[in-house]
Structure formats: C-alpha cells, structure tokens
C-alpha cells in the first residue's frame, strides 16, 4: 500500500517552482489578454459611437431645409427615442449662420441651449466638419458632431449638431470591462487550479518513488516495486541495482567475518590451552594475552558486522515476541529472582536485525540478573519525537548496588570492570554501547527506583 500523496510545497519544492512560475505567467497573459481586449472594445464602441453620431448629423441634414421667407424649416426624425427624452445626453440642433437666415430648430430632449466653442478654439475640416467633447445640460459629458452646410437657393449657411452621451458610452464600457475582469479572473482561478493539479499528478510518481524508498529503508520491501513513467523507470532501476549490490556487499562482509572469526579461533584456541598447559608466569602471560586478543576480536569483529550493515538494508524486528522469550529464558534460569516485564498494547518494531537486539538486551539483562539482589524489571514503552520519527525505549532496571554515577561512563569502556569480584569480560555494555550507537540510538546509566541500576536503550523504530 502506497503512504498518502503529498508533496512538500515549500520554496524549495520543484512542484512550488513550476505552479509558481505558471501562476506568474497566467496573471501576465491574463492582464494582457484583458488590456488587449478591452481596448479593441472601446476602439470598435467609440468607432461605432462615432459611426452613429455622423449617421444622425447626414439624416439631420437632409430633413431640413430653407423656406421662402428665408427660414428653417423641418421636422426631423432620427429614429431614436432618446432624442425625444427630455435632458438625455442625445440632442441635435440646427442654427442659423448666413445673417439673412433665420430661425432655430432643437430636439425635444434638449431644454436648454448648449454652447458652441469658436472656430479658434475647434477647428472645421475640409468637410467643413468638426467634432469636440462638452458638458451637457445635466453635467453629462457629450460628442458633439459638427457641420456646417449650404441650403436653398440663396446658398444660406447653416449649422448642425448632433449630440451624443459620451458618459453613457463610457459607463457601457466600464460595465464590460468589469464582466470581462471577471470572466477571465474565474477562468485563470481555474486554468491555475488545473494547472497545480496536473503538475502534481505529473509529480506523484515521485512521491511513490520516495515512499518506496521509505519502505526499503524501513525493511517493509527488499527493492522498488510498481510501474513508473518512463521518465522515472530508469531512476528506479539504477535505485534496485544499488540496494541489490549493498546487499551482495553485506553478504560478502558477513562472509569474510565469519570465516576470520573460524580462522583466528583455533590458533586461539591452541595459544590458550598451551599457556595454561605450560603453566607459570610465562603459561599465564601467553593466556592474558590470548584472552585479550580474543577480546578485541569479538568487539571489532561485532563493529566490522555493525558498519556492514548499517549501509545496507535496515531490517524489522519485532520487539514483543524477542522480549517475552527473553524474560522467559531468565526466569527459568535465575527462579530465585522476581522478574517482571511490562510491555504497551501497541506493536513495537525494531528498526534493525533480530540478533543485534538479542545482543543489546541479553547483556543488559545479564548483567541486570548477576548483580541484582531478588528483583529485575524490564518495561518497554512507545516515544514521542518532535520530528515525527518512530522511537521506543527498553528500560532495565534492578535492586543492585548500581553504578555511581561518576563511573557511569566508565563502565561503558570495554574490558572495562568495576568489580573484579564477579565473573565476566567487561565487554558487556560496552558492546551494547557500541550497538546502539551504531544504530543512532541513545544509552544511559542511571539509578534505578529498585535502587539499583536502570539501564535506558532508546531506538528507533519501524513501521
């Protein structure tokens, strides 16, 4: 079963970078897509605006004309209500400018006059057209299209104007500005959305990759099982060939060791029986040092097995059955003495290989039964860790004499004995020192609530 997929969006994650620089882009092509298209918009709406009003201006031109009595006559109509709506921004107009002209027409919808600048201030084209903004008659902000035009037969001039609500056009605009704004803010909302989730499907086989690696790590899985993308295949790959070439490593270490253990134990064997044989100063001389050696080679043939392995594979062992078959060997073998085990409900993995932690808890447990009075207990109990790692610890304790505490650290020396009175080597926590550190765990030596010695082994643990 895959662990949950989940990625790490910090500012160094790879998935952060990409939906990041894609975010960026999206807001870049999304504002120039709208400044684009809002201003092809008001061109096309001021152009037709203007289309309108120079439609309006020919049709007033041509229902006016002159009377016999040299006056403006007409009635025109522009075919559109708002030139009848009192104040509405759209209003036309025609003035007389010929001196021998006269009267004046005005749309309904305009109540009062609204001035013309000069021609100094707006000039007329060679259409003898002109085209200005103004104030309306409400405060409005209007196009006025201007021309002036010959009528009759006495070739009379006369102004027309063509009003148009210039407010009107930009509200109009604004109002489209605003729904397209929101139209695409809700498609680039989406488009960045889609975006992050394709990225992070396209990524999770990565995820995959790092939880099967977190399995081999663990000792759930011996190699990197399933089907990656072509892309990543090759990666998984190189990763199997690795752990499987750790693993010949291991198997050759273990190899080598056992066989110099075999080698180194007759001649031993041999320089030890000889010495006590030859007896004497020489005969015990030749058996200290054969003793010794036989010291050192146990301890750094155990580290030389420890460092092999902790670049390989790390194994799961678990803890409760190894425990209780521990304590039940013990208590067959001291009956004398009252030995209680406390284990919690939950299974506890031990991140490493089964004899090593026989290793660790038969010398603590050793040395806990020959130097305790009547009672030993042995709990084991779940840690919490801030970083989210698995951690239990395995607490011994005994009604002993202990350790004082300034000599702690050196019983932790090997060969090391603090009371030549009692039978052993001095490798003991010595070697259990060394394992736990070579496991990245922790080892400490403190008084015991027996009043006795409480050995603490905190491990980390697998899941």
């Given at each position: ?19 990041a620089?894609?975010t ?74 010929s001196?021998?002209?006269t ?95 394709a ?32 892309e ?16 010949r ?8 060791v ?17 010495g ?33 392995q ?85 607490v011994?304790?005994?009604d002993g ?5 300034e ?20 490798l ?19 008084r ?16």
């Open positions: 079963m895959w662990r949950s997929f989940s990625f790490n969006l910090g500012p160094r994650s790879l998935a952060f970078r990409v939906i620089f894609s960026v882009w999206a807001i870049v092509a999304f504002f120039v897509i709208f400044t684009v298209i809002s201003t092809l918009y008001r061109q096309a709406s001021e152009r037709g605006f203007e289309s309108l009003l120079s439609a309006h201006l020919f049709n007033l031109i041509g229902s006016v004309s002159v009377s016999d009595g040299g006056a403006l006559i007409g009635s025109p109509d522009l075919g559109d209500l708002r030139f009848s709506e009192p104040n509405s921004g759209w209003y036309w107009s025609v003035d007389p400018v001196p021998d002209l009267g004046q027409l005005r749309s309904s919808s305009m109540t009062e006059p609204i001035l013309s600048p000069g021609a100094g201030e707006v000039a007329f084209n060679r259409q003898f057209q002109r085209s200005y903004r103004t104030e309306g008659i409400v405060g409005e902000e209007i196009e006025v299209l201007e021309s002036e035009f010959v009528l009759g037969a006495q070739n009379d001039i006369a102004r027309f104007r063509v009003m148009g609500n210039r407010s009107e056009l930009e509200s109009e605009i604004e109002v489209f500005e605003g729904r397209l704004a929101f139209y695409l803010s809700l498609f680039g909302l989406g488009m960045i959305a889609i975006n992050a989730v990225i992070l499907l396209g990524l999770r086989p990565l995820n995959r990759v790092r939880s099967a690696l977190a399995m081999v790590r663990e000792g759930t899985a011996q190699r990197l099982d399933g089907k990656f993308p072509v990543i295949e090759p990666l998984a790959n190189e990763t199997n060939a690795l752990i499987e070439n750790n693993r490593i291991v198997e050759r270490s273990r190899t080598q056992g066989n110099l253990a075999h080698s180194l134990k007759t001649p031993l064997a041999v320089l030890l029986n000889e006590r044989a030859l007896g004497g100063r020489q005969g015990d001389l030749i058996v200290d040092q054969a003793s010794a050696m036989q010291k050192q080679i146990d301890h750094y043939l155990q580290r030389a097995r420890m460092a092999a902790r670049e390989s594979v790390v194994y799961r062992t678990p803890v409760g059955p190894l425990m209780e078959r521990m304590v039940r060997v013990l208590r067959k073998l001291s009956a004398d003495k009252d030995l209680s085990f406390e284990m919690p409900v939950a299974d506890v993995i031990f991140a490493g290989e089964r004899e090593d932690l026989e290793e660790i808890v038969g010398n603590l447990l050793e040395n806990a039964m020959k130097w305790s009075k009547s009672a030993v207990a042995v709990s084991v109990a779940i840690d919490d860790d801030p970083e989210g790692a698995s951690l239990f610890s395995i011994i304790e005994d004499p202990g350790i004082p505490e000599k702690a650290r050196e019983a932790l020396q090997r060969g090391r004995r603090l009371d030549e009175t009692k039978p052993g080597t001095g003991g926590l010595a070697i259990v020192g060394d394992l736990v550190k070579e496991y990245g765990g922790v080892l400490t030596l403190d015991s609530r027996l009043g006795g010695l409480k050995a603490t082994v905190q491990l980390k643990g697998g899941h």
